[in-house]
Every structure is written in structure tokens, then in C-alpha cells.
């Protein structure tokens, strides 16, 4: 990983706290992490959800020279939280605000990018709403060719659960059934399955397994991706059964190394990535979907003889700026090289998921838009 041997140098550090009243109960905080050195500046944001621990956040001694791997070791005895935590992830949301800026410090000080850094080249993102239900049908009215992530709960009756099928508008389908710490919702398998049926393109996000709700879906394996576990590489080879698709917060994975790991881990596998915010109120947003623009592909979901398997179109560019289009299939989360094999409504199919993806769209010439 050469870019963790990028040097910075930081004179001064300052902490700016923000705060946005969301609700009469609740007031949003976050922290922005500023490190100055030689005339330049580094942000991250912590997004640790309660307001109460940005009061009075500590400051590790990190003014010095340092390498991006060396920055990061000091960080590993720091106490970043007195007492003890209801959701132990606010330690990698706190780790990462100061390792993201130091990143963007020594790269500005370096006078260059990530994207150059890493030689790729930041590509448009496809953006979807995460809101609450009853927020759909106003925003469809505005802006009707809106997508959306939403947490279908037992509230939500069978007309609505009905009119968002007939809308095909839902991209994630989020159960929020992995607890952290005591925020998360109780496995149910008349709901779950109920989901997946009317929603059989969407991804269904964090389902809380039990013996019944495995069971339940089971069929629907090949669309389950998971979120609130996805803390490093490690935690994706713990899942009880391969993924084809994980949400990736930088904010969980607290260090740098760790989120470029998992980052390696998924496309070394075939494994799609999508993004998510943690409300951030300051320069954390921007950096996540900065990261989320460094790479783009388009999958196909297919099956043959009873077998499930995704063709994975991806776009690339090579030193001299041309770009290259690269096809291959994955099977139980590993990427295949050798023929892939396209029928007609598969194209209908690429035409239709190409309209998300604009650059890679226009090189191929497929999209008939």
C-alpha cells in the first residue's frame, strides 16, 4: 500500500464542533478534525451519533512528522472515549476522523490526489434517498425518477408495500435487524419475505438471522447485503454465507489500511460495493462519495440450469488514459475470468442498468439513451 507512505507534517490541530436540531429529542452532532502543517489543511468528521461524547472530545499528541503508517500506530493507544460505549462502532467513527485527516493532509501537502495516488480516476456515482416511508410518494411527485433506501418496518401496509412495487423505485430494502449496541429492529420472517417478493431487484440489507428467517430467505441469498457488521475484511469472511454485495462506510472501519483491505478483499472476489452516509453534518459526506466515485461497474444477476451467477462489467483505464472495458462472471463471491455469455434480454437487461452508470454507458454505446 505505497499510499501509507505518504509523509505529512502537523503544526497545529483544531476541533470544530457542529450541531443541527433535527427533532425536539434529538440535536445532531459531529466533530470536524482539522490538522495544519506547511500551509496546508486535512479534514475528517467524527460521526459518533451521541452529542453528549462530542462535548469534550480528546486530543491525541500527533503535532510531528510522520508517515500515514506511523500517524496511524500512535492512534492505537489513545483513549478516545471515557467509560464504556453502547455501540462500540463510535471507537472507529472517533479513530477515523483523525485518520481521514491526516490522509487528506498529506496528500494536499504532497500536491496530489487519492485518485492520482491510486491511478484511477473518480467516475459519476448513482445517488438513492434514504428517507422515511412517508416521504416516498411526495418526493416521487417532485422528482419522479428518484431512487430510494428504506427501512420497511410492520407498520407499512399491504397497498403501500403494493404502490412502491408498482413504482419499482426501491433500490435497498434496509431491516436494520444487526443490532448496534440497542438500536436495531427484532427478525421478522412474515416481513421479510413479504419484501423480498415485491421488491425483486432491491437488496436486502441487514436481515436479522434466525433459524425462520434464514430459512425464509434463503431464495433471496444472492441480494442479501449487509452494513452495520462490516467493520474490516475479516468481518466479510465471518458472514454465514458468501456476499455478492456489502455497503462499506469508511467511518466503521476506523483506519485507513483497513478500509483499503476490505476495498481489496471485495474486487479481488467480484464483491459490488455501495455507500452510505452517517449523517455527517460536515467534509466527511464529500469524502465518501469521493471514495465511492473511484470505481464503477454494472452487474447482471442471471441464472442457468438452476445456478445463480452475475456478470460483472467493469471500467477501467489504463496509463495512457484509454479506456478499457472488462467482462467477467463471479460465482459464491469469486471472479471468474473466460466467456461470458449474453442472451438477448440479458442486453435489454445491461441496457437498462447502463442508464446508472453514464461513463461506462457511453463507452460501450449500449445504453439507448
Not at 486530543?59 to 500515514?68: I, S
Not at 479513530?95 to 484511477?120: H, I
Not at 436486502?204 to 444472492?222: A, C, H, I, K, S
Amino acid at each position: 500500500m505505497s499510499f501509507l507512505e505518504l509523509e505529512l507534517s502537523i503544526d497545529e490541530v483544531e476541533l470544530e464542533r457542529l450541531e443541527l436540531a433535527v427533532s425536539s429529542e434529538w440535536t445532531r452532532a459531529t466533530t470536524v478534525v482539522r490538522l495544519r502543517g506547511g500551509g496546508a489543511e486535512g479534514l475528517g468528521e467524527d460521526v459518533t451519533y451521541q452529542p453528549e461524547l462530542h462535548e469534550r472530545p480528546p486530543v491525541p499528541e500527533v503535532v510531528g512528522r510522520w508517515t500515514l503508517e506511523s500517524f496511524s500506530g500512535s492512534l492505537e493507544d489513545v483513549r478516545f472515549f471515557e467509560g464504556a460505549l453502547d455501540d462500540q462502532g463510535g471507537l472507529d467513527y472517533r479513530r477515523w476522523a483523525w485518520e481521514s485527516a491526516a490522509l487528506d493532509l498529506a496528500l494536499n501537502q504532497a500536491g496530489t490526489s487519492l485518485a492520482d495516488v491510486l491511478d484511477r480516476k473518480p467516475r459519476p456515482v448513482t445517488y438513492v434517498v434514504s428517507t422515511r416511508a412517508v416521504n416516498v410518494l411526495p418526493l416521487l411527485e417532485r422528482y419522479p425518477d428518484i431512487r430510494f433506501k428504506l427501512d420497511p418496518d410492520r407498520q407499512w401496509s399491504e397497498d403501500f408495500i403494493d404502490r412502491l412495487a408498482e413504482l419499482a423505485c426501491v433500490d435497498t430494502a434496509d431491516f436494520k435487524g444487526v443490532f448496534r449496541g440497542s438500536f436495531g429492529q427484532p427478525p421478522d420472517a412474515r416481513l421479510y419475505r413479504r419484501i423480498a417478493e415485491a421488491f425483486p431487484e432491491a437488496w436486502l440489507e441487514d436481515p436479522g438471522l434466525n433459524e425462520e428467517t434464514d430459512e425464509v430467505l434463503r431464495p433471496y441469498r444472492d441480494r442479501i447485503t449487509w452494513d452495520a457488521p462490516i467493520h474490516s475484511a475479516a468481518d466479510a469472511e465471518a458472514l454465514p454465507f458468501p456476499p455478492r454485495c456489502l455497503n462499506v462506510k469508511p467511518s466503521r472501519f476506523g483506519t485507513v489500511r483497513r478500509l483499503f483491505e476490505f476495498y481489496d478483499w471485495c474486487e479481488s472476489r467480484g464483491v459490488l460495493m455501495y455507500g452510505g452516509g452517517q449523517f455527517e453534518l460536515g467534509v466527511g459526506r464529500a469524502q465518501i462519495q469521493y471514495l465511492a466515485s473511484l470505481f464503477q461497474e454494472v452487474t447482471l444477476k442471471q441464472r442457468v440450469n438452476g445456478k445463480q451467477f452475475a456478470t460483472l462489467v467493469q471500467l477501467l483505464e489504463d496509463e495512457k488514459g484509454e479506456w478499457l472495458v472488462r467482462f467477467a462472471y463471479s460465482t459464491d463471491g469469486t471472479v471468474r475470468r473466460g466467456p461470458v455469455t449474453l442472451r438477448a434480454a440479458d442486453l435489454e437487461r445491461l441496457r437498462a442498468a447502463l442508464k446508472k452508470t453514464p461513463k461506462l454507458a457511453a463507452v460501450l454505446d449500449l445504453a439507448g439513451v
